[in-house]
Nanobody
């Protein structure tokens, strides 16, 4: 059974940094598009960033210049480095793996597999 496990969430002050990691078991992430999503209380789920199997990257406008997505082939993880965090970044962050692209013609596509989520809280 395909499993994704997120880690690295926590409480951080505004302006701080966190690094989230999405680890896979029973399959390699190399052949999937991996997306990081987030859901804040009372809001819908938002696609934050995507790393596809060709190395292409996507970022939602609100995190451009602050977040960086990357793949670690040795660890079989896709990581999200989050810098200059703001209170509005507070959410549960999920990673999702897609057999196909997660962004097509400017539209988001649903992943095939999801992790359980990790909480990120930005507060002083």
């Amino acid at each position: 059974q395909v499993q994704l496990v997120e880690s690295g969430g926590g409480l951080v002050q505004p302006g701080g940094s966190l690094r989230l990691s999405c680890a896979a078991s029973r399959f390699t992430l190399d052949y999937y598009a991996i997306g990081w999503f987030r859901q804040a209380p009372g809001k819908g789920r938002e696609l934050v960033s995507v790393f596809d199997w060709l190395g292409g990257e996507y970022y939602v406008d609100s995190v451009k210049g602050r977040f960086t997505i990357s793949r670690d082939k040795l660890k079989n993880t896709v990581d999200l480095q989050m810098n200059s965090l703001k209170p509005e970044d507070t959410a549960v962050y999920y990673c999702g793996a897609g057999n196909g692209a997660l962004r097509v013609d400017g539209r988001n596509k649903e992943p095939n597999y999801w992790g359980q989520g990790t909480q990120v809280t930005v507060s002083s």
